[in-house]
């Protein structure tokens, strides 16, 4: 899960970190575009790359940003990278959070920054049980050990009281970094991403899936955000940005194993079998009904203004309670139809 600071006070002690950036609003972190070279535009990525961002390695690899009068740097995040903090000390143009709410709960927290395309059109949280003992809807979790991270607990309460279970119904444990308390039986369920792969392979056949979307609880993944100012003063940057990721996007689902080369070439670190078996989830995720109504990168007012009533009704705002307009803008991917329909 991304890092966000939890106050406005932490905000500026971080922006006083970045050289003031924040509170001076002296820095947006776009190069504007001339006749004769590209806008440059930094993109801040809430953790350790990965391939949540194999569309943009295909538009950077192919061409793509460049057609649009961009030149991408991706900036990777980490442990004791608060990658939100950057955006909103301008010291990137944008970023990607792994999970909406972090967006919202920056918002909450005074911090200026404000969603505007969805990577994924539905979350791949999931809880992983066996047909031993099978979750395969909310019901089934009661008298279970469900072992998850301490950073999605509120996951767990959330989809609880979606589906009207009690608490003490349900024991939550911290979830180690890997399967084994599922495997040795001390839980009856785990957590994490369809997307990983090759973590899951430990599960083999028996293993039963319960997504958190299907379970009532619709939040989005690789969500990217923005600043308020940066909507203001650089709206054609950031659409040139989004049409050549659309791009990128597109390419990768009409060509999978070509895509998975390119990110590998641009992160030798990756093992490329691991993400040969990963492509295929991770462009499920990305595209399917919503997208091909309304485009890659799409979201809507309906599902964020449920997340905010969520996260509201379980007190999980630490300041003001934003509004759906606080968190989200449709503008940037109005301003992209086009090419963005082409790829959905």
């Known amino acids: 899960m991304s890092q966000f600071l939890k106050t406005r006070r932490e905000f500026l002690q971080a922006a006083a970190a970045f050289g003031g950036a924040a509170a001076s609003h002296s820095l947006i972190g776009v190069t504007p575009a001339t006749a004769q070279s590209p806008a440059k535009v930094r993109m801040q990525l809430g953790w350790l790359a990965s391939n949540g961002i194999l569309g943009e390695v295909v538009a950077q690899k192919k061409g793509f940003y460049a057609e649009q009068g961009v030149e991408l740097e991706i900036i990777p995040g ?67 050990t469900i072992a998850t991270q301490p950073t999605a ?41 369809l997307t990983n792969t090759n973590a899951l392979k430990v599960l083999g056949d028996d293993r039963v899936d319960m997504m958190l979307w299907d379970t009532g609880i619709q939040l989005y993944a690789n969500v990217y955000y923005t600043t308020d100012k940066a909507l203001t003063e650089s709206p054609d940057a950031l659409a040139a940005y989004l049409n050549g990721s659309a791009l990128g996007w597109g390419y990768a689902r009409e060509h999978p194993e070509e895509a998975v080369d390119m990110f590998v070439e641009a992160y030798p670190n990756m093992d490329k079998a691991s993400e040969l078996e990963a492509v295929g989830p ?53 301003a992209t139809a086009d090419i963005r329909m082409k790829v959905g």
């Not at 979606?162 to 890997?178: A, H, P, R, Y």
């Open 282 to 334: 991770v462009l499920d995720f990305s595209f399917g009904d919503v997208t091909k109504e309304h485009g890659w990168g799409a979201m809507n007012r309906d599902n964020w203004a449920a997340q905010v009533d969520t996260y509201a009704s379980l007190d999980q705002f630490k300041g003001t309670v934003p509004t759906v307009d606080d968190v989200m803008t449709l503008s940037v991917l109005e």
């Open 153 to 193: 607990f509120i996951l767990a309460r959330a989809l609880l009281a979606k589906n009207g279970i009690s608490e003490d119904q349900v024991t939550l444990v911290n979830m180690g970094s890997d399967m084994n308390q599922l495997i040795t039986g001390q839980a009856q369920a785990v957590t994490g991403w």
């Open 78 to 144: 980490g442990p004791n990278v608060d990658g939100v903090a950057g955006v909103a000390a301008g010291q990137s143009t944008l970023g990607t959070v792994s999970s909406s709410p972090s967006v919202m709960l920056a918002r909450s927290a005074g911090i200026p920054v404000k969603a505007f395309a969805a990577g994924y059109q539905k979350h791949p949280f999931t809880y992983f049980s066996l047909e031993s003992a099978a979750i395969r809807e909310p019901k089934d979790m009661i008298g279970k």
